[in-house]
């Protein structure tokens, strides 16, 4: 006879995340800098030329913000207030003498990143020698990493927007292959669940979500016609490394990711260590 | 009781003294309060039965009641068998282990979870047409596969759709409705409740003339329940094109095709069932050689061929059925029959003849209701038992309405109470899962009003439209 569960379980399985592209608008940026002011332009053309693609959805406007001077970040977040941006535009360490250590993001970009709602793009330092041949020179391979890739729409439509008409937008969902082992440690332990059956069967229901969603996203961004091809990569594995080599493997212009988590007010999961770790990649951060 | 196959020897052909027939009346009694009691006292019943059925046992080879010896086979050899087997309805027995093993592999094959799910997709994600699809798919699930499997399975589904259409405030409603109509689905076939099957059997009502008879007051018992719970709990149609278009687009994300894993089996499994339809259907024909083997055969079989698809791992399917209520049937039987043994059945039957007494129409309709009345505070399987039992020793005809009586009132009794049938009792434990606290007499008032209508609509049914149908 069915159970409850297994019924009920076989309908939450058939009710699927379907994409549903949200409203993305960038109509005014703001760059955050601490470059002095013979540097300050080049550093605008090197930002509109790698964002060229924003432009064709309409006109955007840029606005400097900073310099040489040494800035509050009080008077950072007072900008963002009053110039009210869709995207701030900024990179590592401001103003910080600890430009040269690889241990953080510099105290600017983490209130940035967390204390606004406005995404926030990280490139790299603007002084950072031996980037890849392929960076900061267009957004035609765009990823958008998670670890829950399933229903994040606003995560995929970011990454959509920024990716240039007839692009390569890679949806990436890596599973921390750690916590799934120690889980079926846990499970070997357990003399009621069959090891053998729960670990197989957790680990295709783990990726199926998030491959069915990327099919969605698939079938959604056709519609829109822009020629974005979508490339899904999910799979169980160490998050950090994972991801790095995903990167490094498909030559990634931007990667997209959250930062912000209701109730905590530290970064996202996985998204601190790798915006630490990835300091030759931009990133764009929701 | 069909029980001619294997009768034994000096089957009900002895004298019992009085004191030994109030001594098990008192034992009867003690396991319908019991039975109602099963939460309280936190036994299954199987065990509440099967205690009651060893006590019985022990009392009746002690008073010297019970009829040892050998019993007659057809053949007319005699054959050494434990007193209480010739007891069990192994007919009945073998339909509801079959039926639930083919059930069961069946809804491997996604089959009952795609149609569940197409038909929400049909709704367009409109309340009010939900109800009405999910209504008609509890009464015709029930019919066909039983009904705590319908609630589980539109129960689930109603859950995780209204969850999705974000409309989960009308959850109690969708389920309480769905668990009413349980009952009424449960009366369309001979097959689709062990009342039924009791009563049907020991009638010799056949599956053609119990559908034909059942099923004009199954259609406007269901429509009324629909629209009577649309009323009730407020569940309206969507008002505008936008709520329209989100609820469209919210029902679209379900895959009807997610839980079938082989199309081969999806498409078997749909021709097995309806060959499983007709061959039961064709079971009561005279003349046909399966008719003679029996529904419990047909449903056997096709248990095992579906099985056959899972020729290396059928231990699963096994360990999955509800011992619990097959060996409460098996318990149940053999209590019975120690209680006909000692002149129980005859002692209640006299007190059900002044009712039957009163003639057809108000014999019958006070059969309907006190049969229902006693079935909403007790399992409605020991009633139909013990009445079918005590109509058959009072060579009640076959096309009397005091059958149908027993039938519409043992079914429908559920409906007044959480307790009253297994499948509300389901329907309970779905929206306790889903944090809805309902408690006893908060489902009493909420059912009472349709209960009420299905008994009014059943006893007028019994009494002045059954015997006008062809059968």
Same mark, same amino acid.
């Given at each position: 006879?069915?159970?409850?569960?297994?019924?009920?379980?076989?309908?939450?399985?058939?009710?699927?995340?379907?994409?549903?592209?949200?409203?993305?608008?960038?109509?005014?940026?703001?760059?955050?800098?601490?470059?002095?002011?013979?540097?300050?332009?080049?550093?605008?053309?090197?930002?509109?030329?790698?964002?060229?693609?924003?432009?064709?959805?309409?006109?955007?406007?840029?606005?400097?913000?900073?310099?040489? =001077?040494?800035? $509050? *970040?009080?008077?950072?977040?007072?900008?963002?207030?009053?110039?009210? &941006? %869709? !995207?701030?535009?900024?990179?590592?360490?401001?103003?910080?003498?600890?430009?040269?250590?690889?241990?953080?993001?510099?105290?600017?970009?983490?209130?940035?990143?967390?204390?606004?709602?406005?995404?926030?793009?990280?490139?790299?330092?603007?002084?950072?020698?031996?980037?890849?041949?392929?960076?900061?020179?267009?957004?035609?391979?765009?990823?958008?990493?998670?670890?829950?890739?399933?229903?994040?729409?606003?995560?995929?439509?970011?990454?959509?927007?920024?990716?240039?008409?007839?692009?390569?937008?890679?949806?990436?969902?890596? =599973?921390?292959? $750690? *916590?799934?082992?120690?889980?079926?440690?846990?499970?070997?332990?357990? &003399? %009621? !669940?069959?090891?053998?059956?729960?670990?197989?069967?957790?680990?295709?229901?783990?990726?199926?979500?998030?491959?069915?969603?990327?099919?969605?996203?698939?079938?959604?961004?056709?519609?829109?016609?822009?020629?974005?091809?979508?490339?899904?990569?999910?799979?169980?594995?160490?998050?950090?490394?994972?991801?790095?080599?995903?990167?490094?493997?498909?030559?990634?212009?931007?990667?997209?990711?959250?930062?912000?988590?209701?109730?905590?007010?530290?970064?996202?999961?996985?998204?601190?260590?790798?915006?630490?770790?990835?300091?030759?990649?931009?990133?764009?951060?929701? | 009781?069909?029980?001619?196959?294997?009768?034994?020897?000096?089957?009900?052909?002895?004298?019992?003294?009085?004191?030994?027939?109030?001594?098990?009346?008192?034992?009867?009694?003690?396991?319908?309060?019991?039975?109602?009691?099963?939460?309280?006292?936190?036994?299954?019943?199987?065990?509440?039965?099967?205690?009651?059925?060893?006590?019985?046992?022990?009392?009746?080879?002690?008073?010297?009641?019970?009829?040892?010896?050998?019993?007659?086979?057809?053949?007319?050899?005699?054959?050494?068998?434990?007193?209480?087997?010739?007891?069990?309805?192994?007919?009945?027995?073998?339909?509801?282990?079959?039926?639930?093993?083919?059930?069961?592999?069946?809804?491997?094959?996604?089959?009952?979870?795609?149609?569940?799910?197409?038909?929400?997709?049909?709704?367009?994600?409109?309340?009010?047409?939900?109800?009405?699809?999910?209504?008609?798919?509890?009464?015709?699930?029930?019919?066909?596969?039983?009904?705590?499997?319908?609630?589980?399975?539109?129960?689930?589904?109603?859950?995780?759709?209204?969850?999705?259409?974000?409309?989960?405030?009308?959850?109690?409603?969708?389920?309480?409705?769905?668990?009413?109509?349980?009952?009424?689905?449960?009366?369309?076939?001979?097959?689709?409740?062990?009342?039924?099957?009791?009563?049907?059997?020991?009638?010799?009502?056949?599956?053609?003339?119990?559908?034909?008879?059942?099923?004009?007051?199954?259609?406007?018992?269901?429509?009324?329940?629909?629209?009577?719970?649309?009323?009730?709990?407020?569940?309206?149609?969507?008002?505008?094109?936008?709520?329209?278009?989100?609820?469209?687009?919210?029902?679209?994300?379900?895959?009807?095709?997610?839980?079938?894993?082989?199309?081969?089996?999806?498409?078997?499994?749909?021709?097995?069932?309806?060959?499983?339809?007709?061959?039961?259907?064709?079971?009561?024909?005279?003349?046909?050689?399966?008719?003679?083997?029996?529904?419990?055969?047909?449903?056997?079989?096709?248990?095992?061929?579906?099985?056959?698809?899972?020729?290396?791992?059928?231990?699963?399917?096994?360990?999955?059925?509800?011992?619990?209520?097959?060996?409460?049937?098996?318990?149940?039987?053999?209590?019975?029959?120690?209680?006909?043994?000692?002149?129980?059945?005859?002692?209640?039957?006299?007190?059900?003849?002044?009712?039957?007494?009163?003639?057809?129409?108000?014999?019958?309709?006070?059969?309907?209701?006190?049969?229902?009345?006693?079935?909403?505070?007790?399992?409605?399987?020991?009633?139909?038992?013990?009445?079918?039992?005590?109509?058959?020793?009072?060579?009640?005809?076959?096309?009397?309405?005091?059958?149908?009586?027993?039938?519409?009132?043992?079914?429908?009794?559920?409906?007044?109470?959480?307790?009253?049938?297994?499948?509300?009792?389901?329907?309970?434990?779905?929206?306790?899962?889903?944090?809805?606290?309902?408690?006893?007499?908060?489902?009493?008032?909420?059912?009472?009003?349709?209960?009420?209508?299905?008994?009014?609509?059943?006893?007028?049914?019994?009494?002045?439209?059954?015997?006008?149908?062809?059968?």
């Amino acid at each position: 006879m069915g159970s409850l569960d297994q019924f009920e379980s076989a309908f939450n399985a058939a009710a699927k995340e379907m994409f549903r592209p949200q409203p993305v608008a960038i109509g005014r940026v703001l760059i955050v800098h601490d470059l002095p002011e013979p540097l300050q332009d080049d550093f605008l053309y090197l930002a509109k030329g790698f964002l060229s693609t924003l432009e064709q959805g309409g006109k955007v406007e840029w606005e400097l913000f900073g310099g040489s =001077e040494r800035f $509050a *970040v009080k008077s950072v977040l007072d900008a963002v207030e009053s110039y009210r &941006p %869709d !995207l701030i535009v900024t990179y590592r360490q401001l103003h910080c003498d600890a430009v040269d250590w690889q241990f953080g993001l510099g105290a600017h970009v983490d209130v940035l990143t967390q204390a606004t709602t406005t995404p926030v793009l990280i490139l790299p330092n603007p002084d950072r020698e031996n980037l890849p041949n392929h960076m900061l020179k267009n957004t035609d391979r765009v990823m958008a990493v998670t670890d829950h890739l399933a229903g994040d729409h606003r995560l995929v439509s970011y990454a959509s927007e920024f990716t240039e008409p007839g692009g390569t937008l890679y949806l990436a969902h890596v =599973e921390d292959a $750690a *916590v799934f082992d120690r889980y079926i440690r846990a499970i070997t332990k357990i &003399p %009621d !669940l069959d090891t053998d059956t729960a670990r197989a069967q957790i680990k295709a229901r783990l990726l199926k979500d998030p491959n069915d969603y990327v099919e969605s996203c698939r079938a959604g961004l056709a519609v829109q016609a822009r020629g974005i091809r979508v490339d899904g990569r999910v799979k169980l594995g160490c998050r950090l490394s994972d991801y790095r080599e995903l990167i490094d493997e498909n030559e990634i212009d931007l990667l997209v990711m959250y930062t912000k988590v209701e109730d905590q007010l530290a970064m996202h999961g996985v998204a601190y260590p790798l915006a630490v770790e990835l300091r030759e990649t931009p990133l764009l951060m929701l | 009781m069909d029980i001619s196959l294997l009768a034994a020897s000096d089957h009900g052909a002895h004298a019992v003294e009085p004191w030994i027939t109030y001594l098990f009346t008192g034992l009867l009694g003690a396991m319908v309060v019991c039975l109602a009691l099963e939460e309280k006292i936190h036994a299954k019943k199987s065990v509440i039965v099967g205690v009651t059925a060893v006590i019985a046992l022990l009392l009746g080879a002690f008073t010297g009641i019970l009829p040892f010896g050998p019993v007659d086979l057809p053949n007319g050899h005699k054959m050494n068998l434990p007193v209480f087997i010739p007891g069990i309805e192994w007919g009945v027995v073998t339909i509801i282990l079959g039926s639930s093993l083919f059930v069961d592999v069946t809804s491997k094959s996604g089959l009952f979870t795609f149609i569940a799910i197409k038909l929400t997709k049909m709704s367009k994600g409109d309340p009010r047409r939900l109800l009405w699809f999910y209504g008609v798919m509890t009464v015709v699930f029930s019919a066909v596969l039983n009904n705590v499997t319908a609630m589980i399975i539109v129960g689930s589904l109603s859950a995780v759709s209204l969850g999705k259409l974000g409309q989960r405030e009308k959850l109690l409603g969708f389920l309480l409705v769905e668990g009413l109509l349980t009952n009424i689905g449960g009366l369309l076939t001979l097959i689709s409740s062990v009342p039924n099957i009791i009563v049907g059997t020991t009638a010799g009502i056949g599956f053609v003339t119990f559908f034909l008879k059942a099923a004009p007051y199954v259609f406007v018992a269901t429509a009324a329940t629909i629209v009577m719970g649309a009323r009730v709990f407020g569940i309206e149609s969507l008002k505008t094109d936008e709520e329209r278009a989100v609820a469209l687009g919210q029902v679209s994300s379900f895959d009807e095709r997610d839980g079938i894993e082989s199309m081969g089996f999806f498409w078997f499994g749909a021709a097995m069932l309806l060959l499983f339809i007709c061959f039961i259907a064709s079971a009561s024909f005279e003349g046909w050689p399966i008719g003679k083997l029996g529904m419990g055969f047909v449903a056997m079989m096709f248990a095992v061929i579906m099985l056959c698809k899972f020729k290396s791992s059928v231990g699963k399917f096994y360990s999955g059925i509800d011992w619990d209520l097959l060996f409460f049937f098996i318990y149940l039987f053999i209590a019975i029959y120690a209680m006909e043994q000692a002149g129980v059945l005859e002692l209640i039957g006299k007190g059900i003849e002044p009712i039957i007494g009163m003639g057809d129409i108000f014999g019958g309709g006070l059969l309907l209701v006190s049969s229902a009345v006693a079935s909403s505070v007790t399992d409605n399987i020991p009633l139909a038992a013990v009445l079918a039992n005590i109509l058959n020793s009072m060579n009640i005809a076959n096309d009397s309405g005091m059958w149908w009586s027993v039938i519409f009132g043992a079914n429908l009794g559920g409906n007044l109470t959480p307790i009253g049938s297994a499948s509300t009792l389901v329907a309970v434990t779905i929206m306790h899962k889903h944090d809805l606290k309902i408690s006893f007499m908060g489902f009493v008032k909420k059912a009472l009003p349709f209960a009420i209508l299905h008994i009014i609509l059943a006893t007028a049914y019994v009494l002045f439209v059954l015997k006008h149908l062809p059968g």
